[in-house]
């Protein structure tokens, strides 16, 4: 190299900590954790931290969806929610999976319904810890695991350190369940061949998301705006522009808006609003409170929707094309809007 020509940077932990971390464009999806070959990154109070020596692989670089999104600068057309095979809506026709979801209960059944016909072996999915505010990535092995992370969760979550376990424990047909920046990460991963990721990941089911909370100022909100503290929750919901939240006494709502100070930071840089990255993406707009709106992308996504409806095991109605741009629309209002108020991503200084 003459000395005149620019020196390349190292991609390191260094250039994720100064590109993506310390600016505050971080989701804590847990993809660097996992990915790191040596162990040094850990995720502590949702943020990344480097707790050994970096061999400046550049895989936590590479994975991270800022980084790529600040390298790339990708447009996002205002009015379009990503690819789409087919659209239905409804709800689950398990009455027990129903009442212990958030809204139709789709995601759960068909889990569980691959689950039972072997199709998967394995779900990467959030469970609880002490309360329902309080996410926990989990690898589920067992329907009773897959049932028991049912409930919607509202706070940031990195539920992709979990995907080592998937390859430790030998797990080989896994359905993964994530927010749009967990898919967008996890399909780096897969492009990269990391972790075997590509050919264990066989579904990955994406859920709409407008924005995720810090745990901690959440819980202030729901405490000192409702009374009431997170152990008392039995079930939470969100649709209409609130969140409901059920406790032995009742059923109390707050306005999604009211909630905007514990906005995490990193979530004001999302464009992603219908998980554009997964096989299939479910969500409840457009559709009654008590059942979900679902979007399948690819042939994966329709493969793993059939097990379940050719079961009989779904209570949906097939929109015909004619009508998506009818039944989409408050979808792609919300996906609009999202671009529209998200802050833009400063380029990457140098990669
Ligand atoms: S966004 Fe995900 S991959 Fe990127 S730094 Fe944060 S936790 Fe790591
Ligand atoms: S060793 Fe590789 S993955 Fe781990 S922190 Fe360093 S660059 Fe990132
Ligand atoms: S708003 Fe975007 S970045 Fe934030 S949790 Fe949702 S999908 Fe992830």
Redesign the pocket.
């Known amino acids: 190299m003459s000395n005149t020509e620019p020196r390349k940077r190292k991609r390191n932990f260094a250039m994720?900590n100064r590109e993506?971390?310390k600016p505050g464009?971080?989701?804590?999806?847990?993809?660097?954790?996992a990915v790191c070959p040596v162990y040094v990154?850990s995720?502590e109070q949702l943020?990344?931290k480097l707790v050994g020596a970096c061999i400046s692989c550049g895989a936590?670089v590479d994975?991270?969806?800022?980084?790529k999104q600040k390298v790339e600068q990708p447009k996002y057309p205002a009015d379009e929610i990503g690819p789409i095979l087919e659209v239905y809506t409804g709800k689950t026709k398990d009455g027990d999976i129903h009442s212990r979801s958030q809204n139709g209960g789709i995601v759960t059944t068909l889990l569980l319904t691959a689950m039972k016909k072997g199709k998967i072996d394995s779900a990467l999915v959030t469970g609880h810890g002490n309360d329902l505010l309080s996410p926990v990535p989990m690898l589920a092995l067992s329907e009773f695991d897959i049932r028991k992370s049912s409930k919607s969760k509202y706070t940031l979550n990195?539920v992709?350190i979990k995907l080592p376990s998937i390859k430790l424990s030998n797990k080989k047909k896994v359905a993964t369940v994530g927010l749009p920046?967990h898919n967008e990460?996890l399909t780096n991963m897969m492009d990269m061949k990391n972790l075997g990721a590509d050919f264990r990941v066989k579904y990955k089911i994406g859920l709409f998301c407008m924005s995720c909370y810090e745990p901690v100022a959440f819980r202030d909100i729901i405490s000192k705006s409702l009374g009431i503290s997170a152990p008392d929750l039995t079930k939470t919901d969100c649709a209409r522009g609130k969140f409901f939240f059920e406790h032995p006494d009742g059923r109390i709502d707050i306005k999604i808006k009211e909630c905007g100070g514990a906005k995490a930071e990193?979530c004001k840089y999302c464009q992603d609003f219908a998980a554009e990255f997964a096989d299939l993406s479910i969500g409840n707009i457009g559709v009654d409170d008590d059942s979900n709106i679902i979007l399948i992308r690819t042939e994966a996504g329709k493969e793993l929707f059939e097990f379940a409806l050719k079961d009989n095991l779904l209570d949906v109605k097939k929109i015909d094309e004619g009508k998506w741009e009818e039944t989409l629309a408050p979808a792609v209002k919300l996906s609009s809007l999202k671009r529209k108020i998200a802050k833009a991503l400063a380029p990457i200084e140098s990669a």
């Open positions: 994720l993506v971390i464009y971080c989701v804590s999806c847990g993809g660097c954790e990154i995720i943020k990344p936590c994975i991270c969806l800022r980084f990195p992709l920046c990460t990193g």
